[in-house]
């Protein structure tokens, strides 16, 4: 039975934290020892990543500039990275459905090498995201600058790297298309975010059906019925009106674009790289974007996390916890905070309204933090476990594949939310 089968089963709607909570824990304890074989296999899949990455990294810049522009990236690969292993699973699931394993040991270089770029990758949307939202210190004309020249030089170091590593391949072509289309996705995205993903949008609520045909999307650049399965995931629970239907179906569309944007071009580049047949392709293709969704979801519930527990990552301080909410960026929570409980005299709604965004504040944070939280643990956290078993659907159970979902049900974010321990 699935985690979302138990939860329908154990929790009559809406979700009550003792027994998500308890489900969650439980799969958990009864998946530990799969979980740890695989960690170790992440943990030298990253170190092997890494070592590529030191032989490549520094390309005829002035000593400065390289230490500017990888610094991040350096500190990215001394972690746990799960877009670099996602790039691994990828490869290992469809060699394993064609009985082709024997063929990992002459194929592995170059998957490293695909690793390396997906890690070049997000590094970039890092740096563009540090410049939109303020992060990791960009608050300033100066820092402002310097971070968009690294994530210039990066990017130009990206496909300069692509061109190197992968023309005796005879894939650099493919691969720089796709990485291209990738960078395009995520800068629309971003549009879409800026300009209706947030709280001044939402209070006008004035969109309508035409918006999104002013982008013009080909028919194959977004998979729709992705996006309806995750509309229908929320507002399966209540009763939405049509503002609401059209904000949401936007925030996906916003989401697949950003996030999705990744993991779907690895998945497109082994698939040709592979020679996957069409079921196979299919099905990568489909868990690629239901994780992309995902994974953008469970980093939208985390963020509501105070920064002052100091759960900081390599790319972020813990002041830049409470972003969204410091931006005004309506992610999903926030969504369901005001569908749910309304707006009338809460805090996060007086914050959202207030013109001025004073520094960092504990008191602050902790008050937004205890009136988002049961929203949260009732209908957020379950949407994204919800969006985790689809994704998980469509790969069979492959324990690569499945056990990188398992960041929807448990992660040390959502450990501090469930006011549970590290280590179970």
């Given at each position: 039975?699935?985690?979302?089968?138990?939860?329908?089963?154990?929790?009559?709607?809406?979700?009550?934290?003792?027994?998500?909570?308890?489900?969650?824990?439980?799969?958990?304890?009864?998946?530990?020892?799969?979980?740890?074989?695989?960690?170790?296999?992440?943990?030298?899949?990253?170190?092997?990543?890494?070592?590529?990455?030191?032989?490549?990294?520094?390309?005829?810049?002035?000593?400065?500039?390289?230490?500017?522009?990888?610094?991040?990236?350096?500190?990215?690969?001394?972690?746990?990275?799960?877009?670099?292993?996602?790039?691994?699973?990828?490869?290992?699931?469809?060699?394993?459905?064609?009985?082709?394993?024997?063929?990992?040991?002459?194929?592995?270089?170059?998957?490293?090498?695909?690793?390396?770029?997906?890690?070049?990758?997000?590094?970039?949307?890092?740096?563009?995201?540090?410049?939109?939202?303020?992060?990791?210190?960009?608050?300033?004309?100066?820092?402002?600058?310097?971070?968009?020249?690294?994530?210039?030089?990066?990017?130009?170091?990206?496909?300069?790297?692509?061109?190197?590593?992968?023309?005796?391949?005879?894939?650099?072509?493919?691969?720089?298309?796709?990485?291209?289309?990738?960078?395009?996705?995520?800068?629309?995205?971003?549009?879409?975010?800026?300009?209706?993903?947030?709280?001044?949008?939402?209070?006008?609520?004035?969109?309508?059906?035409?918006?999104?045909?002013?982008?013009?999307?080909?028919?194959?650049?977004?998979?729709?019925?992705?996006?309806?399965?995750?509309?229908?995931?929320?507002?399966?629970?209540?009763?939405?009106?049509?503002?609401?239907?059209?904000?949401?179906?936007?925030?996906?569309?916003?989401?697949?674009?950003?996030?999705?944007?990744?993991?779907?071009?690895?998945?497109?580049?082994?698939?040709?790289?592979?020679?996957?047949?069409?079921?196979?392709?299919?099905?990568?293709?489909?868990?690629?974007?239901?994780?992309?969704?995902?994974?953008?979801?469970?980093?939208?519930?985390?963020?509501?996390?105070?920064?002052?527990?100091?759960?900081?990552?390599?790319?972020?301080?813990?002041?830049?916890?409470?972003?969204?909410i410091r931006n005004k960026n309506f992610t999903l929570p926030l969504f369901l905070f005001f569908h749910y409980k309304g707006k009338g005299g809460s805090y996060?709604?007086?914050?959202?309204?207030?013109?001025?965004?004073?520094?960092?504040?504990?008191?602050?944070?902790?008050?937004?933090?205890?009136?988002?939280?049961?929203?949260?643990?009732?209908?957020?956290?379950?949407?994204?476990?919800?969006?985790?078993?689809?994704?998980?659907?469509?790969?069979?159970?492959?324990?690569?594949?499945?056990?990188?979902?398992?960041?929807?049900?448990?992660?040390?974010?959502?450990?501090?939310?469930?006011?549970?321990?590290?280590?179970?």
């Amino acid at each position: 039975m699935s985690i979302r089968d138990e939860i329908t089963a154990e929790v009559a709607a809406p979700l009550t934290q003792v027994g998500y909570e308890d489900i969650i824990y439980r799969n958990k304890q009864k998946n530990k020892s799969d979980k740890d074989k695989v960690c170790k296999d992440k943990d030298d899949w990253v170190k092997k990543v890494k070592a590529e990455y030191q032989k490549q990294a520094y390309d005829k810049l002035p000593r400065e500039l390289e230490k500017l522009m990888f610094d991040l990236p350096s500190s990215r690969l001394n972690s746990h990275s799960n877009r670099s292993y996602f790039v691994k699973s990828i490869a290992y699931s469809i060699l394993i459905e064609q009985n082709r394993i024997e063929e990992w040991a002459e194929l592995e270089p170059l998957v490293i090498q695909l690793a390396l770029c997906s890690e070049m990758m997000i590094t970039v949307q890092y740096y563009h995201n540090f410049i939109f939202d303020g992060k990791n210190g960009v608050n300033t004309p100066l820092l402002v600058r310097e971070t968009l020249i690294k994530s210039n030089l990066l990017k130009s170091w990206l496909f300069r790297y692509i061109d190197r590593a992968f023309s005796s391949f005879g894939y650099s072509t493919l691969i720089g298309r796709e990485v291209d289309a990738a960078f395009n996705n995520t800068d629309i995205g971003q549009f879409i975010e800026g300009r209706y993903n947030s709280f001044e949008y939402f209070t006008k609520k004035e969109l309508d059906n035409d918006i999104l045909n002013h982008f013009l999307f080909e028919d194959n650049e977004i998979d729709w019925n992705v996006i309806d399965d995750c509309i229908s995931i929320v507002v399966k629970k209540s009763t939405f009106s049509n503002f609401e239907y059209l904000f949401l179906k936007l925030y996906f569309v916003r989401l697949y674009l950003i996030s999705t944007a990744l993991y779907q071009t690895n998945a497109n580049v082994l698939i040709s790289i592979l020679k996957a047949n069409e079921i196979d392709a299919e099905k990568t293709i489909k868990f690629s974007r239901y994780y992309g969704i995902m994974m953008q979801i469970v980093n939208d519930n985390n963020d509501f996390v105070p920064g002052y527990m100091d759960h900081d990552t390599k790319a972020k301080y813990p002041q830049d916890q409470q972003s969204d909410i410091r931006n005004k960026n309506f992610t999903l929570p926030l969504f369901l905070f005001f569908h749910y409980k309304g707006k009338g005299g809460s805090y996060i709604q007086s914050t959202l309204e207030s013109q001025r965004y004073k520094g960092y504040s504990e008191r602050r944070e902790k008050l937004i933090f205890e009136e988002i939280k049961p929203v949260l643990v009732q209908y957020s956290i379950p949407i994204g476990v919800a969006i985790a078993e689809k994704a998980a659907f469509y790969v069979n159970n492959n324990s690569h594949l499945t056990f990188l979902t398992k960041i929807a049900n448990d992660n040390r974010f959502y450990r501090i939310i469930f006011n549970k321990p590290n280590e179970l």
